[in-house]
């Protein structure tokens, strides 16, 4: 589910959290960091004759670098960047590569990169570094949703000072840039600091397309539950069939444009599970509980849920923005339809499966999105949600779908 804000990301012990990789990741990381330690005689030991070169020459490659003699820097991160190496001094020179094609605006080059250092880095602040200059690149690229999407990342993972308050002040100064209200911890982060390097990213941007620019009041694009109920094979069971508490208004954001969807499991408790299978309303109030009293969402996160037995359920309102994807920007016109069960473990039912297809249907032509906009959440972030054999679904629906919009634009 991993349905987070950054912003507000509680304690990962409670039942929704379904990630027990990353302190796999985190372990495995910090023993490559051990053994480059190790390798390099920063321990305290006898300094040893080959791999002692290899910080060294790091660090003089990063210094060639801050002084602009960016061939040289490249040509000592390039050197350091061989399959014989440790994966993290790899990581750690794919990020030099990528900071010195930023340097001469090879974005391509730049993103390609750091793209690897962060699989390089699967975790801790060397993750959060390649994340930041990867959403830098994406920013001075153009793609601001995945530039903001990186630097919320590497703001999460990033402990120290300068670089995470790099992260704070870039997303700080792209949300105003598109008008877009900014989380006030990152605006605290940045502080009154200044990175006039940086400049130039919003004096290139294009003008911002209004997907992203959030309304506070949608003049249009949000569509009562009445008018998707009403389309051919589509009941929606409103919120008050499950007797939702009203959301509270002080602690959810208006939605924008709704522009994609994000399919989930709830992937639950087995306990919590059944319990959905059996009896989906107390299910979701207690859904609703933990959300808005554990967690300070003010409503449920997803705006439809799915039970096994097919029936959908009308979750947070949609003229409110979902929690539901990781973070504030991927929650940014996203549409957050869940199917209650795990599907690591099991299949989704059929007719949750003709739900699904026939929600999707309604939705993307309800609000006009294309079903190359409709992801499984694993397309967004790093996340095993929404389980293997539900993604194989999805991705079956959306090419269905795909042919059926293409037969009735042709027709
Ligand atoms: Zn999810």
Not at 219 to 244: D, F, N, Y
Request: overall charge positive; some cysteine; hydrophobic content about 35%.
């Amino acid at each position: 589910m991993d349905l987070m804000p950054s912003s507000a990301r509680p304690s990962r012990s409670g039942w929704f959290i379904n990630d027990i990789s990353r302190p796999i990741l985190a372990v495995s990381w910090l023993l490559s960091v051990f053994c480059l330690v190790l390798v390099s005689g920063c321990g305290g030991g006898p300094p040893r004759r080959t791999p002692v070169a290899q910080p060294a020459a790091l660090l003089d490659a990063r210094a060639a670098l801050e002084q602009g003699q960016i061939a040289h820097a490249r040509h000592v991160f390039s050197s350091l960047e061989s399959p014989e190496r440790p994966l993290s001094l790899r990581g750690m020179a794919r990020i030099g590569l990528g900071r010195c094609a930023i340097a001469e605006n090879d974005l391509d080059g730049a993103i390609r990169h750091l793209d690897v250092a962060r699989k390089l880095l699967p975790g801790g602040s060397q993750n959060g570094r390649a994340r930041l200059y990867l959403g830098e690149a994406q920013l001075r690229s153009g793609a601001i949703n995945t530039g903001l999407n990186h630097l919320e990342n590497a703001f999460e993972s990033l402990r120290e000072t300068d670089d995470r308050r790099r992260a704070a002040f870039l997303i700080t100064r792209t949300l105003d840039h598109i008008g877009d209200t900014v989380p006030a911890l990152y605006r605290t982060a940045a502080g009154t600091y200044s990175y006039p390097e940086y400049s130039s990213i919003w004096i290139r941007q294009q003008p911002v397309p209004p997907a992203i620019v959030a309304v506070p009041h949608p003049p249009k694009g949000v569509v009562p539950v009445e008018k998707l109920s009403a389309l051919p094979r589509l009941m929606i069971h409103k919120r008050s069939s499950w007797k939702a508490r009203p959301v509270i208004t002080r602690w959810v954001a208006p939605m924008s444009r709704p522009t994609r969807i994000t399919v989930h499991h709830t992937a639950d408790q087995p306990t919590i599970a059944t319990l959905g299978i059996r009896e989906p309303e107390v299910y979701l109030r207690r859904i609703q509980k933990y959300c808005t009293s554990s967690l300070e969402w003010g409503d449920i996160g997803y705006h439809y849920l799915i039970s096994s037995d097919g029936r959908i359920w009308e979750g947070r309102p949609l003229k409110y923005q979902g929690a539901h994807a990781g973070n504030h920007s991927l929650n940014r016109g996203n549409i957050g339809v869940a199917l209650i069960g795990n599907f690591d473990q099991d299949r989704p039912s059929s007719s949750q499966v003709r739900s699904l297809g026939s929600l999707l249907n309604a939705l993307s032509s309800v609000h006009d999105i294309r079903s190359d906009r409709i992801y499984g959440h694993q397309d967004l972030r790093d996340t095993g949600c929404p389980g293997v054999h539900l993604q194989a679904v999805l991705s079956r629906l959306v090419s269905q779908l795909n042919r059926t919009s293409t037969a009735r634009k042709s027709r």
